[in-house]
């Protein structure tokens, strides 16, 4: 014998139906403009995640950012951070120093002058390369909306 139709756990089916149909689209949205952007930014020689990370050094106060919330802030395992971080120091687009911290652990990492124009030309050509279909007040209205999802999970983002 099937289970009846209709709402479960007190909701409505339908809305389940629509909120999973709402994630997948985002899910797969997600992954077009992923492939989009890595796209444009293979002839700089960058990734998404490393040109995250350059992004988001060169609009940062130098020395704000150590390994770990570099992590945090790009969304990544800690392991991936560091071999990004090493790859990017390896073309000498970032450097790590130690921090002025007794946790002599703790490893600020900045961005080079040439990381800066790398970071620059590569911005430029995402957004010339992959505009989303969205103006100035669709952007609004997406940035609304992941605040939402940002504050239904209790996460205060970069």
Known sequence: M????????GGRADIDREALAAAMELSRRTRLATTAVNRALAPHGLSFTRFGILLLLSMAEPG????????GSVLL??????NAISRLEREGLVHR???ATEDRRVVIVTITDEGRRRVDA?????????GLGAGPEDLD??????????DAEHDEGP
């Open 2 to 9: 099937s289970a009846p139709a209709g709402p479960r756990r």
């Open 97 to 99: 120093v130690p921090a």
């Open 64 to 71: 704000s950012y150590s390994m770990s919330r570099l992590a």
């Open 122 to 130: 590569a911005r430029g050509t995402v957004f010339a390369e992959v």
């Open 141 to 150: 209205e997406l940035f609304e909306l992941v605040q939402m999802l940002r």
């Open 77 to 82: 395992h800690p392991g991936g951070v560091t």
